[in-house]
């Protein structure tokens, strides 16, 4: 599975950015998607993940802020971003887990900026 990630960039506290990962399979055929990140010297860590039979889970950091949702037909899971911080500042990564065993595909991710 690639998985191609967008929509990275630059804004300003408050503002909003909406991440886009388009999967090379059927997004069907996938157990779960999901979105990590890494901040500049900081390890990487779990944003959201998006369970195909029902079900989105987000970090604590982003609840209530950031919201998954997907399009089946074009293979394609997006990240709205909303009320972003200068700690939201990362390089996202969206993640597969193919057959519910771990997240076995990784993007090569995007950069998310958020000025203060």
């Known amino acids: 599975v690639q998985l191609v990630e967008s929509g990275g960039g630059l804004v300003q506290a408050g503002g909003s950015l909406t991440l886009s990962c388009a999967a090379s399979?059927?997004?069907?055929?996938?157990?779960?998607m999901g979105w990590f990140r890494r901040a500049p010297g900081k390890e990487r860590e779990f944003v959201a993940a998006f369970i195909w039979s029902g079900g989105n889970y987000y970090a604590d950091s982003v609840k209530g802020r950031f919201t998954g949702s997907r399009d089946n037909i074009k293979n394609t899971v997006f990240l709205q971003m909303n009320s972003l911080k200068p700690e939201d500042t990362a390089v996202y990564y969206c993640?597969?887990?193919?057959?519910?065993?771990?997240?076995?595909?990784w993007g090569q991710g995007t950069r998310v900026t958020v000025s203060s």
């Open positions: 993640a597969a887990d193919v057959t519910n065993r771990g997240w076995d595909y």
């Open positions: 399979e059927r997004t069907f055929s996938i157990y779960r």
